[in-house]
């Protein structure tokens, strides 16, 4: 079998396993917040800019089932290993091309975010269709290629504002290789083809006192805090190496020491988004923990490198030593208690809980239902099909917007929590009750409970 046909199957088995668990796996707490987005379409969120909204609106026009949400991710990342073997198979060749697809679709970081949407799915689409058309525009020197790079790369940064390392990687390539194309017309155009894909973010920060670039400045700082967090970043690293695949993350590093990796142009311009996005956050996280999707976009590129090196020097051994493991590392994402993660140690823990408790809450009489916060108050949204709001201050988000002018006090009805609030409550309504403790179980996970009051002024 040639390794393109291989390269099919693995990009099969890699959508149709993803259909087959999508189909049968609750709805993550933060893809039910996303998919309330999709409710309320706006030019931009408190949280994040607005083109996941809008994914997950196309592709639930005929109905809001989990795999209609989740049909996004297998959109996007369908899309990222097309753009992907296009990137590799210009600037190297056919050979590199098939292995960065299959290095791709199969790392970790793929798998779950074939199955939970979020705005990295549509982040990690731009980003790598706009990387395949800098690439031709860097080295072909074409307008409409520079165009293509831009609206793309503004289309990422409308996805996560993570996408600002991509640029940024984009303006020192061109300082450093070819730093005559500033006296062009050519990168001005394609910032601002960026610029006009990302307006309806900036007019909508305008509208709102630049909230959500503030939000996103300060979810990633330190705040001022002076402790060092140098064993969460080790964690982190360690992360991104199981995220990526420990293989083929040691061959990264190797890439990163090599001097042809930045002399030869074409290899410098796959690894810089990478080194960039990865040095970025191993930094940001000396002062603060950091999340490993956050560092996913470096994984497209990195791929590219990796799988380039992996076919010069026919390093077969080595990738399907990798792939194994990336097999494995996918069946004990997919199925922990088979590999007898159980309890605290399942990974699907977040994923249980939720959609037990709303099925519980169906026994209460007809009655408004509030929570604490965001995520819980989305999830149950989505499982009981009915406005569930967040009345008490916790965490700031999009609720704020949609809650505007509502007065809870005057209102009776249940209040959900996972902890126990009742002095808080007490502030807000005359009554409170703890009607129960309400405990979800299921065999192989952490039990999680909920406190379920009732209160009333």
Request: glycine residues 6%; charged residues 15%; proline residues 4%.
């Amino acid at each position: 079998m040639t390794l393109e046909s291989k390269t099919y199957l693995v990009v099969l088995f890699a959508l149709l396993s993803a259909i087959f668990f999508n189909v049968s796996t609750p709805l993550y707490m933060d893809e039910s917040y996303y998919w309330l987005w999709s409710k309320h379409l706006s030019l931009s969120y408190y949280d994040h800019p607005y083109m996941i909204a809008y994914f997950i609106k196309l592709c639930t026009l005929f109905g809001d089932d989990i795999w209609m949400i989740r049909t996004v991710n297998l959109i996007s990342f369908s899309g990222a290993a097309f753009f992907i073997f296009k990137t590799a198979d210009y600037l190297f060749d056919r050979r590199s091309a098939l292995y960065a697809v299959i290095l791709f679709i199969l790392s970790p970081a793929v798998t779950l975010g074939l199955t939970i949407t979020t705005p990295d799915s549509p982040l990690i689409l731009f980003w790598s269709a706009s990387l395949y058309f800098a690439a031709k525009a860097f080295f072909d020197k074409r307008i409409n290629d520079y165009l293509l790079a831009g609206l793309m790369g503004g289309f990422a940064l409308s996805s996560k504002y993570t996408a600002i390392l991509l640029l940024a990687s984009y303006f020192l390539f061109l300082a450093i290789k070819t730093p005559r194309e500033w006296m062009t017309s050519r990168p001005y155009l394609a910032l601002l083809a960026s610029i006009i894909a990302f307006l309806p973010v900036i007019f909508w920060n305008i509208d709102n006192d630049f909230i959500s670039f503030a939000f996103q400045y300060h979810h990633g700082h330190s705040g001022g805090e002076n402790r060092l967090h140098l064993m969460d970043d080790l964690a982190f690293l360690g992360g991104m190496a199981g995220m990526f695949n420990p293989v083929f993350f040691l061959l990264l590093l190797s890439l990163f020491t090599r001097k042809e990796s930045y002399s030869d142009p074409k290899q410098f311009f796959v690894i810089l988004p990478a080194l960039l996005t990865i040095l970025f956050f191993l930094y940001k996280g000396i002062y603060k923990k950091m999340e490993l999707n956050w560092v996913a976009p470096a994984f497209v590129s990195a791929g590219i490198a990796v799988a380039h090196l992996i076919s010069r020097q026919n390093l077969t051994k080595t990738f399907y030593a990798g792939v194994i493991l990336s097999l494995i590392l996918i069946g004990v994402i997919r199925y922990p208690l088979v590999f007898g993660l159980e309890g605290k140690h399942n990974p699907q823990n977040r994923l249980f809980g939720y959609e037990e408790l709303a099925h519980h809450l169906q026994g209460y009489p007809p009655q408004p239902i509030f929570a604490d916060h965001l995520t819980l108050a989305s999830s149950l949204t989505y499982s009981l099909r009915k406005e569930v709001w967040v009345p008490i201050p916790t965490r700031k988000s999009q609720f704020d917007w949609w809650q505007k002018g509502m007065n809870f006090k005057t209102q009776s009805g249940i209040f959900v929590s996972r902890y126990d609030r009742a002095n808080e409550l007490k502030a807000f309504w005359k009554y409170v009750e703890l009607d129960e403790v309400y405990t979800a179980r299921k065999k192989g996970f952490k039990e999680k409970s909920f406190y379920i009051y009732q209160v009333s002024n």
